[in-house]
């Protein structure tokens, strides 16, 4: 499985962003998707999850409001609409599979519990 980011870019606090996470091969429709980014110096954070099919999702409580997840099976392609971005938001975002058709629950946010990353895609938000 090969994952591509794309949609990244430099924009400015309160604009919006939309990215997308390109999947290969077969069984995209049978994985939970995750996002997450990291800023230089701090850990990876997660910020969604979306189960296979896309009626479960979850939401850090640091974008929740402001980010929403979504996916298109047909076209083997995951979604984050990133709106009222913060300087805070700055960061290389990440799109990782998980290994089922879940997001684990409460651990959804886990990164160890995500199979396959993409190469990421840098967003700066200046104030």
């Known amino acids: 499985v090969q994952l591509v980011e794309s949609g990244g870019g430099s924009v400015q606090a309160g604009g919006s962003l939309r990215l997308s996470c390109t999947a290969s091969?077969?069984?995209?429709?049978?994985?939970?998707m995750g996002w997450f980014r990291q800023a230089p110096g701090k850990e990876r954070e997660g910020l969604s999850c979306?189960?296979?099919?896309?009626?479960?999702?979850y939401y850090a409580d640091s974008v929740k409001g402001r980010f929403t997840v979504s996916r298109d099976n047909a076209k083997n392609t995951l979604f984050l609409q990133m709106n009222n971005l913060k300087p805070e938001d700055t960061a290389m975002y990440y799109c990782?599979?998980?290994?089922?058709?879940?997001?684990?629950?409460?651990?959804?946010?886990?990164?160890?519990?995500?199979?396959?990353w993409g190469q990421g895609t840098q967003v700066t938000v200046s104030s």
């Open positions: 091969g077969s069984h995209f429709d049978s994985h939970g």
């Open positions: 990782a599979t998980r290994p089922f058709p879940n997001c684990a629950g409460s651990s959804w946010g886990v990164a160890t519990l995500y199979q396959y």
């Open positions: 979306i189960s296979n099919t896309g009626d479960t999702t």
